[in-house]
T-cell receptor, first 118, second 114 residues
Framework: AQKITQTQPGMFVQEKEAVTLDCTYD???????LFWYKQPSSGEMIFLIY??????QNATEGRYSLNFQKARKSANLVISASQLGDSAMYFC???????????????FGTGTLLAVQP | NAGVMQNPRHLVRRRGQEARLRCSPM?????VYWYRQLPEEGLKFMVY????????ESGMPKERFSAEFPKEGPSILRIQQVVRGDSAAYFC????????????FGSGTQLSVL
């Protein structure tokens, strides 16, 4: 069965330090996509980064990078040089069948609340 | 260059009333998805629509919930005879294609049922 697991309900990080948010997934589909979204206290869902299962390199978007370990079925988000504005809820999500026949029907994890301390 | 627009931002209803949630996708997007977020949980898929068609409603409750995406106008998620358990944040998202990498979300509608 498809499943996304985020085992860290909450994390603290010092401003300017790097932080890793964990995400593991379970799927029997060889083709899938993995997403990270940020949800600040205002409630909107902000797209951060995407990794396709066939992508050769780990995805990066500015200060965000995705540590994709396919054999371990993990897709951890790394935020470098944390800023106070990074304090938010972070959700990992998966889409199956990213090549042909796929839709954007995403399965979300339960989220990790990140607090950046000055 | 407006993003996905949802309204209202907050909606309060008494038990038994109807709730109508609206979603205008991003310009050029013809695929709309509705998700529900219960307190302390991640988002759960409800329904996927293209213009005038429901493609996948596997996440929709069987009763009281319906969704549409007419040829003209926004997508509507309708909840009839609301109950307290319907209180949640309802998010709409849109994409240009079915397999596009990025799914853009609106700011959500917070439904509170008294």
């Amino acid at each position: 069965a498809q499943k996304i697991t985020q085992t860290q309900p909450g994390m603290f990080v010092q401003e300017k330090e790097a932080v890793t948010l964990d995400c593991t997934y379970d799927t029997s589909d060889p083709s899938y996509g993995l997403f990270w979204y940020k949800q600040p206290s205002s409630g909107e869902m902000i797209f951060l980064i995407y990794q396709g299962s066939y992508d050769q390199q780990n995805a990066t978007e500015g200060r965000y990078s995705l540590n994709f370990q396919k054999a371990r079925k993990s897709a951890n988000l790394v935020i470098s040089a944390s800023q106070l504005g990074d304090s938010a809820m972070y959700f990992c999500a998966m889409r199956e069948g990213s090549r042909g026949g796929a839709t954007n029907k995403l399965i979300f994890g339960t989220g990790t609340l990140l607090a950046v301390q000055p | 260059n407006a993003g996905v627009m949802q309204n209202p931002r907050h909606l309060v209803r008494r038990r038994g009333q109807e709730a109508r949630l609206r979603c205008s996708p991003m310009k050029g997007h013809s695929h709309v998805y509705w998700y529900r977020q219960l307190p302390e949980e991640g988002l759960k898929f409800m329904v996927y629509l293209q213009k005038e068609n429901i493609i996948d409603e596997s996440g929709m409750p069987k009763e009281r919930f319906s969704a549409e995406f007419p040829k003209e106008g926004p997508s509507i998620l309708r909840i009839q005879q609301v109950v307290r358990g319907d209180s949640a944040a309802y998010f709409c998202a849109s994409s240009q294609g079915a397999t596009n990498e990025k799914l853009f979300f609106g700011s959500g509608t917070q439904l509170s049922v008294l």
